[in-house]
Each structure stands twice: as C-alpha cells, then as structure tokens.
C-alpha cells in the first residue's frame, strides 16, 4: 500500500515557475514508476509526466515538453514535477499516481495509487 501528498500547487503568473512534490509512504517506494496527470475543469484528467522507478527513463506529454520536469528522491520517498514557463492552459488540478511497473508508463489504468491532487492556477 502507497499513500501519496501532494504539495507545492498554488496560484501564479503565466511564465513563472512551481515546484510541485508528492511525498510517498511505504519502505517500497523505490520500487513503483511514478507519474503526474491533471485535471483542468470541465475536462478529463490527462497524462503529464512519468518516471521509472530508478529516474532513469522519462516520459512528457508533448504539451509540457521542454516545460516541465520530473525527477524523483528515493531516499526521500518523493517525486517532483518542476514546472517552468507555465501558461493559463495549464491551470488543472494535479495528481501524483504510483504504478507497480517497473517501466515508465503513461496510461492512467497502469497506475494504481493517487494522491488528492493540488490545486495549480496560472493568471495570464
């Protein structure tokens, strides 16, 4: 079992930047791929980013590439998503999601433990 906290969300201008972190319980958080979606209103939550569970291989949405960034601490039990250049459109709610495949992947039912989301709101 894997309970994730998300933190960092909040409001900011279009072209600034957020740090987003999402902390793991568990002694076995090392061993799951990792992954970030959003949910912006009105629409279905979408795949944004994903990392092995040794950081070695990413994936981006093609929305967020050269933008956004994900990397992980497993010493620290938590995974990051550093988010430069942000834009309105980018304004949604985020989740971290854990996936018991040792490969990255980016399909929302390959994973199988969600935090609550925070809340991320770019003003133009």
């Known amino acids: 079992q894997v309970q994730l906290v998300e933190s960092g969300g909040g409001l900011v201008q279009a072209g600034g930047s957020l740090r987003l972190s999402c902390a793991a319980s568990?002694?076995?958080?090392?061993?799951?791929?990792m992954g970030w979606f959003r949910q912006a209103p009105g629409k279905e939550r979408e795949f944004v980013a994903a990392i092995s569970w040794s950081g070695g291989s990413t994936s981006y949405a093609d929305s967020v590439k050269g933008r956004f960034s994900i990397s992980r601490d497993n010493a620290k039990n938590t995974v990051y998503l550093q988010m430069n250049s942000l834009k309105p459109e980018d304004t949604a709610v985020f989740y971290c999601a854990a996936s018991r495949a040792i490969v990255v992947v980016t399909r929302e039912d390959r994973f199988h433990y969600w935090g609550q989301g925070t809340q991320v709101t770019v003003s133009s």
């Open positions: 568990g002694r076995t958080f090392s061993s799951y791929s």
